[in-house]
């Protein structure tokens, strides 16, 4: 009963440095996105893929990779980390049998110094 | 204009009272409407979603959409400690991608 796993939970990056945030879905959904919360910011979407092999930007791209690696997995990729891309970091995946609902993974709380 | 705006909040309610919370929204096709709950340091998780004009109820949430207006409210009854969270209106765009609003942090005053 995963649902949305992603991963690292923390992680503390150096400015320049390189990581990739790890996503993968169980619910045979098709849509998956990636969002970063910021405090006062409510959420917004980094990218969004509504099937395998299909992905497009969304409100904050910048600075910011992905990569639909099969209809289960969708991965979030910093090139070169920045202070400003200290957030919270949610996976997130919808489909028609759950009703085109939003579920969410746990977070991923990232900083970079 | 943002997307989806949210009375900004906080709102502090005493405990069995009800809670109002508002939300409007400025693309007028949007067709599906959601309200999450956020405790802190978690994930939102669904609490209500609404398609049509009018009421839905689901327990003490009554959520209620007028698109005419653009308006989408959640009506929390006899508020619990429990219910103090961050509540974030969400609607689906044009694109079928979801836009958030920036939340209302609510406390229920025991």
């Known amino acids: 009963n995963a649902g949305v796993t992603q991963t690292p939970k923390f992680q503390v990056l150096k400015t320049g440095q390189s990581m990739t945030l790890q996503c993968a879905q169980d619910m045979n959904h098709n849509s998956m996105y990636w969002y970063r919360q910021d405090p006062g910011m409510g959420l917004r979407l980094i990218y969004y893929?509504?099937?395998?092999?299909?992905?497009d930007k969304g409100e904050v791209p910048n600075g910011y990779n992905v990569s639909r690696l099969n209809k289960r997995e969708f991965s979030l990729r910093l090139e070169s980390a920045a202070p400003s891309q200290t957030s919270v970091y949610f996976c997130?995946?919808?489909?028609?049998?759950?009703?085109?609902?939003?579920?969410f993974g746990e977070g991923s709380w990232l900083t970079v110094v | 204009q943002k997307e989806v705006e949210q009375n900004s909040g906080p709102l502090s309610v005493p405990e069995g009272a009800i809670a109002s919370l508002n939300c409007t929204y400025s693309?007028?096709?949007?067709?599906?409407f959601f309200w999450y709950r956020q405790y802190s340091g978690k994930s939102p998780e669904l609490i209500m979603s609404i398609y049509s004009n009018g009421d839905k109820e689901d327990g003490r949430f009554t959520a209620q959409l007028n698109k005419a207006s653009q308006y989408v409210s959640l009506l929390i009854r006899d508020s619990q400690p429990s219910d103090s969270a961050t509540y974030l209106c969400a609607v689906n765009r044009w694109d079928y991608k979801l836009s958030f609003g920036a939340g209302t942090t609510v406390t229920v005053r025991a």
């Open positions: 693309d007028r096709v949007s067709q599906s």
């Open positions: 893929s509504a099937s395998e092999g299909t992905t």
């Open positions: 997130a995946s919808a489909g028609a049998a759950s009703g085109n609902t939003i579920y």
